[in-house]
């Protein structure tokens, strides 16, 4: 009875105290917006220079956001916004090619399938020296892009330089819907295990992942690598339901944590397309946002060994709000919690100048510094790791390239544009004359060394001959892909790739998931990459 009348009494003075909370932040509310009408006021009447008030007003915005010291919210202007919309939606209006800045030169670095520039016949290595009426020269990427994409079913004129020929191409395009392709292929690698590589989570991931794994399925899979290396993310339901293929109905899948109420849970709505498959998924440095979310919720319930390195771990909830005048902003309003409990979200380091710096993960993470982690457990008591990001069950590193292939690259890195072209021309040149199963010989060598002496390359031939797996790697890579495409290219390069070859070597010793865990089980990290 005393207990109760003890706890009775504090709810009755927490009361005074907490209104008294609300009354002070409400005033301290009230001045603050005081004190920005005046200072405003003051600007924008007595500044020595005339001020536009509207451009005053977008910038203390963004100062507001500033303030939050999150790199994750930002305030959109109606083309920024168009952008992010097309970045996260995977489609836009366009002409089908991937650009980037080399050294200054906007270049072409992918042409899509399908689209008007395939079908204008622009090849990766031209150059963008104009755009409608307008030169290129001392343009951003983003500007280029800008010009490029609109309304499909609208023009665009783009001037091309391209080595080798002396006048600039012109083509006219007609605007298409473009969409970019999640799953930019998927094959069946030997011992019947299927691979497919999830590039970003736009509004068809899913969709696309289904249908690829439905059709190797039908042709006898056994087992499935997913590869999510590089994947920065996308749409949140998108990776719900894509973890929703592998587990049962009513399986946590997320948990999201704002700053207010009681957490809000996500779980599988539907039942799985492939319940039972053995799986393992591959992480890196840059897998990301949705990417880990699916990585993470697979891992708990375990349904899936993750294996690579360490991921990026972007565990924040972004809610986009729509502003007046087209505007919007991009806040951050809760975080990302795996089935388990784990925080997805890594801290970031803060510079002295207020900047953030998004430091990979340390993915050489030893024994000491992961049993430094906070410790979960998995739906089976296996230990899984938070403190941020996804921590792989098997960590294994890229292959590192030798020393001399490393004094090669360094070399070359003033001319990695010439470079560039003369690989692409060489291996352009040698499409049509190779088979799928070619090997890089030694007139190939001479070929390309050749080709980049052409293009002003100087280079000693001694540490030309001193790199030549490096060489051969790059020559086979881009000509298997310019000849046959991405999948038969990445058929060519298995050997090379370290953690799909861990990840194939563990599915057969281990025929089903739980074998697949018991093998890694065994799996020092410290020989991992050997």
Known sequence: ??????????????????????????????????????????????????????????????????????????????????????????FYGGVGMLIEDQQGLITVSRVFPHTPAEEAGIREGDRIVGVDTFSTRGWKMDQVSGKLKGTPGSTVTAKFARPGVPDPIVATFTRRVIRIPAV?????????????????????????????????SNE????????????????????????????PKGQTLL?????????????????????????????????????????GALQDHDRALILGTTSFGKGLVQTVYQLDGGYAIKLTTAKWYTPSGRSIQKERRLLDDGSFVEVRPDSVESDSSRRARPKFRSDSGRTVYGGGAITPDVIVQLDTITTPEQQFVRKLASKQQDVYLALYDYAFSMKNSVKPDFTVDASMRDAFFAALQKRGVVLDRADYDAARPYIDRILATRIARLAFGDSIAKKREIGDDAQLMKALELIKKGRTQREIFAVASQYHPEKRGK
């Open 1 to 90: 009875m005393k207990a109760s009348r003890s706890l009775a009494i504090g709810a009755i003075l927490l009361v005074p105290v907490l209104t008294g909370a609300f009354v002070v932040q409400e005033r301290r509310a009230r001045d603050g917006a005081r004190l920005f009408g005046q200072v405003l006021a003051i600007v924008s009447d007595r500044f020595v220079d005339s001020v536009d008030v509207n451009a005053l007003y977008e910038k203390a915005a963004r100062g507001m956001l500033a303030e939050l010291r999150d790199p994750y919210s930002e305030l959109y202007t109606p083309k920024q916004l168009e952008a992010f919309n097309t970045n996260t939606g995977g």
């Open 184 to 216: 930019p292929y998927a094959v069946m690698l030997p011992e019947k295990v299927a691979y497919i590589p999830v590039q970003q989570f736009s509004e068809t991931a899913a969709q696309e992942l289904a249908t690829n794994l439905m059709r190797l």
């Open 220 to 247: 006898g899979a056994k087992a499935l690598v997913l590869d999510l290396r590089g994947n920065g993310g996308g749409y949140l339901e998108q990776a719900l339901e894509m973890a929703n293929m592998f587990v």
């Open 255 to 295: 948990s999201v944590r704002g700053r207010q109420g009681p957490a809000d849970v996500y779980s599988s709505q539907g039942e799985p397309i492939a319940p039972k498959i053995p799986m393992v998924i591959l992480t890196d440095g840059y897998t990301a946002s949705a990417s880990e979310i699916v990585a």
